[in-house]
């Protein structure tokens, strides 16, 4: 155990004070903040200005029902502008309402192409429009309609609550655990393709260089390839701590130096939100609040932490079984990787594809078995799992992890001091089942 805590304590330490670890532990954070509050930024300021829509040809029922805004658009029914000359107007653009009657396809001109957003608001307040005057049609006065707009400018809002078999009831928001599910699900996906490759290329390394032969005569094949899995566990666990310490500091020093003039044009663009605008947004947010307040944090942090180490632990003995049987060809490691990485993709699209159904029969499957349960349950956590699908899958998965273990321990002892033989994965389980 000391040879172990020796080797894991140097592959931690060298790669700890390596500047390519250094650099993308405090560079990653500042991108990732800068690219989050440069793309808020970007959408703010560049939303569409105020522009000035001359209507022509008005068939008669769009005039006293198609309404602008003072934020984004301003309709003006006019006669004497045409596709030629509402710029020298000072028109942004022209809309006419003679074209199909029928079909309600109408041409907008306009010097520049208008935007997606200010063409679906112009689509929609057409829609508007048409429906109003299509409700009068019918003997509904318009200030009836009116009275009936402001009356159903709040949305309405359905809380779901789960209800146990023992009568407690709990508030879950499906939209936070789909992000607090794929979010760490792609995490886990992310971080064993990044480490495991890692072992798989500090034992080639290793192995190229002969420094294996110089370590095997010291300590046992075992005992090198647990301390550096355990050692690139360690790198990965600190380069995490550091990443979310980071995140949380730089993102409220960003948040303080944010300008006060931006703030305020969030604002006005929330107040000319439809269904309810500013008091809407503002309830809006001060639900999703009290949701994370009720999400059991703990819960899916320990979850996150052991599926993240049962997951890296499972599959980098494997990596480093690979790596052990490489010589100097990359191409080797791309053949002989397929296997593995095969299951941690399919992983990632079972995920993807019904992280909407986690108690689907393919989920619960996947989080079982080991291969697939990293990512599957750590999808399924934040929606509410029972206790005994979670026991069943931990347990599988340390299983996993000591099956692997002992097979890449097998492989890794030949592979390591073999050289100039091209290994397939035939021989390698030739290797890792015979008795001696």
């Keep these: 155990m000391n040879k172990i805590w020796l080797i894991l304590k140097r592959e931690y330490l060298t790669r700890v004070r390596n500047k390519t670890f250094l650099l993308s532990t405090f ?65 942004d653009a022209v809309l006419n309402l003679n074209n199909d009657s029928v079909t309600r396809k109408f041409t907008i001109h306009s010097k520049k192409q208008l935007g997606i957003d200010a063409q679906g608001l112009i689509e929609s307040r057409l ?107 360690a790198v990965g666990l600190t380069q995490f701590f550091l990443w979310i310490v980071l995140i949380l500091v730089l993102s409220t020093v960003i948040s303080a130096f944010i300008p006060h003039e931006l703030v305020q044009q969030a604002g006005e663009m929330n107040k000319n939100m439809p269904m309810g605008g500013n008091n809407a947004l503002a309830l809006k947010l001060m639900d999703v609040k009290q949701t994370i307040s009720h999400v059991n944090w703990i819960q899916i942090i320990s979850c996150f932490i052991f599926y993240f180490l049962g997951g890296y632990l499972f599959y980098a003995s494997l ?52 291969f697939t349960s990293p990512i599957v349950m750590m999808a399924r956590i934040p929606s509410g799992i029972p206790w005994q699908q979670l026991v069943v899958s931990m347990a599988l998965l340390i299983a996993g992890f000591l099956f692997t273990t002992w097979l890449a321990a097998k492989i890794y002892r030949t592979g390591i001091l073999m050289y100039g033989k091209k290994a397939s994965w035939k021989e390698m389980f030739k290797w890792a089942f015979r008795k001696s």
């Design 127 to 233: 829609d508007r429009a048409f429906e109003i005057n299509q409700l009068q049609k019918k003997g509904i006065r318009k200030e009836t309609l009116d009275s009936i707009s402001k009356q159903s400018t709040g949305a309405f809002t359905i809380y779901n609550r789960l209800t146990s078999e023992k009568g407690k009831s709990q508030e879950v928001n499906a939209q936070l655990n789909y992000g607090i599910g794929f979010a760490s699900g792609i995490l886990i996906y992310i971080t064993m393709f990044i480490f495991g490759a890692m072992v798989m290329r500090g034992v080639m390394e290793e192995k190229t260089n002969r420094i294996a032969e110089v370590i095997v005569s010291s300590v046992k094949p075992f005992q090198l390839m647990m301390g550096k899995i355990l050692g690139i566990a």
């Design 319 to 370: 990596f480093a079984a690979i790596g052990s049987v490489i010589n100097e060809d990359p191409q080797e490691a791309q053949s002989l990787m397929l296997p593995i990485t095969m299951p941690i993709i399919f992983a990632f699209i079972i995920m993807a594809s019904n992280l909407n159904t986690p108690d689907s029969t393919v989920m619960v499957w996947a989080s079982m078995i080991p």
């Design 27 to 91: 560079l990653l954070p500042v991108v990732m903040l800068l690219f989050i509050f440069g793309s808020a930024f970007f959408a703010i300021s560049s939303k569409e200005k105020l522009k000035k829509v001359a209507v022509t040809n008005d068939p008669g029922i769009f005039r006293a029902n198609l309404k602008g805004d003072s934020v984004s658009l301003i309709f003006d029914f006019t006669t004497n502008v045409d596709s030629t000359s509402f710029s020298a107007k000072g028109y």
